[in-house]
């Protein structure tokens, strides 16, 4: 298999999105990434979401106290719950940034039918060189290097 630089991709979100572009006009979503951040105590197992439960990390929640929620993960009372918005990614920005910040660093996007992939480029922002893998003069399959 010959390996041959075919171009490179220009990251400005930590994040890659491979997908057919016919689909990008017909199901992409308009919608801002809303990150979702969501708290368990570690011990009680209850939830404390941002801008649900508390408004600022600065603002006393009443149901612990009086303290703040930097208080309650300063000292270890609650953890960043892994939690994610959508089970399987809707077309989107905000869903290409959910599913690049799972724990995984990938998500499928679309149910039926799969639209795409979105994952975290692992080093962040940057130009990456893509490689097409060529048999016999044919594009057997694309690589690209996260980790130039």
């Not at 920005?93 to 992939?117: T, V």
Request: net charge negative; charged share 25%.
């Amino acid at each position: 298999m010959k390996k041959v630089l075919i171009g490179h991709v220009a990251v400005d979100s930590g994040q890659l999105m491979l997908c057919d572009p016919c689909y990008v006009d017909e199901h992409w979503r308009e919608e801002e990434f809303n990150r979702r951040r969501v708290y368990k105590h570690t011990k009680t197992g209850d939830l404390l979401e941002y801008r649900v439960d508390f408004e600022f990390y600065d603002s006393p929640i009443e149901k612990y106290g009086g303290q703040k929620m930097n208080q309650l993960l300063q000292s270890g009372v609650f953890k960043e719950a892994d939690i994610e918005q959508y089970p399987m990614h809707p077309f989107s920005y905000n869903a290409c940034c959910y599913a690049s910040l799972s724990k995984d660093g990938y998500g499928q996007l679309g149910e039926m039918p799969l639209l795409g992939i979105a994952f975290s480029t692992v080093h962040g922002d940057g130009v990456y060189p893509v490689y097409g893998n060529y048999n016999n003069n044919k594009l057997q399959s694309i690589t690209i290097d996260l980790n130039p």
